[in-house]
């Protein structure tokens, strides 16, 4: 989560201008003229850049239904001696690209989102928002842009809620304000459920198509239709070490289902089917 606090230079309203050498937007970066406690997507501006690598910058009013899903990051991840978290590259199932992130807990918040099927598209970083505040201008540049499969989207800053400060949550207010005038979610999140997410870790390695075995993924489909212990069901469709990687891969498609929520995956768990075709 990144929050500038200070003051910046405003948009600029007048006719379209160029951002380092790129292409414009399809219209004026228009800055807000007053400080109110209400905010609209009027009063915000979106520099971003597309996935073509042309940069923009356009009120939120007018861009707001750009597939920011596959903007590329508006900053970069700094990476230097004695930092404390780890940055690096999630190879993203869904759309089979990467998406960065810039800690182990965004990496998770990446991966849950990588297993949500009602998630179609992600991005980190995908732009900055620009607004003015008690005479200031601020910016924010949002963790993840998440594309669902119904059209609209989700905002999600990733942040443990024992670093969250006074001006998180002024900027938080904002944003959700303008998130909810173009029919977006905001969420602030922070540690996720061990549990969950030490199961979603371990079906993680089993996330890419390389692990499906067609012919086995019938079997098992068959074998737990109506329910059956993780291990016993594999032992039923043939040697668990050729079969479990493909039981595992339906399980983080969701071809098959299990309580993931609140039991470690051990081999008596219950593995029931009903999910789509993988």
């Known amino acids: ?21 790129r292409r ?16 609209g997507p009027e009063r915000f501006d979106v520099n971003f850049i597309d996935s073509e690598g042309r940069e923009f910058q356009e009120p939120l009013i007018q861009c707001w239904n750009q597939p920011f899903e596959a903007a590329l990051p508006i900053r970069s991840l700094a990476s230097y001696r004695g930092k404390k978290s780890f940055s690096g590259l999630w190879w993203l199932a869904t759309t089979s690209d990467h998406v960065s992130y810039e800690s182990w807990l965004e990496r ?17 970083r995908p732009f900055r928002l620009a607004w003015r505040h008690d005479g200031k201008t601020r910016t924010h540049t949002p963790d993840l842009f998440a594309r669902l499969d119904d059209g609209t989207a989700v905002l999600i800053d990733v942040l443990p809620g024992d670093q969250v400060e006074l001006d998180d949550l002024t900027a938080w207010d904002a944003i959700t304000q303008a998130c909810d005038a173009v029919g977006w979610e905001f969420r602030r999140v922070g540690e996720m459920d061990g549990v969950l997410t030490a199961n979603l870790r371990w079906l993680s390695g089993y996330r890419h198509p390389r692990c499906l075995d067609p012919g ?22 043939g040697d668990p070490i050729a079969v479990l990687p493909t039981l595992f891969h339906l399980l983080w498609r969701q071809v098959l289902r299990t309580d993931l929520a609140t039991t470690p995956l051990w081999e008596g768990s219950l593995v ?3 999910g789509e075709q993988p």
């Open 216 to 237: 086995r993924a019938a079997d098992l489909r068959r074998v737990f239709a109506d329910g059956a212990a993780l291990m016993e069901g594999a032992r039923h469709v």
């Open 272 to 274: 029931r089917g009903g």
């Open 24 to 39: 414009s937007g399809h219209g004026p970066a228009t800055a807000a003229t007053s400080d109110k406690r209400l905010y």
């Open 108 to 124: 998770d918040h990446v991966m849950a989102l990588d297993f949500d099927p009602a998630v179609i598209g992600l991005a980190s």
């Open 1 to 21: 989560m990144s929050t500038d606090r200070g003051s910046t230079k405003s948009g600029i309203a007048g006719p379209p201008r160029r951002l380092r050498g």
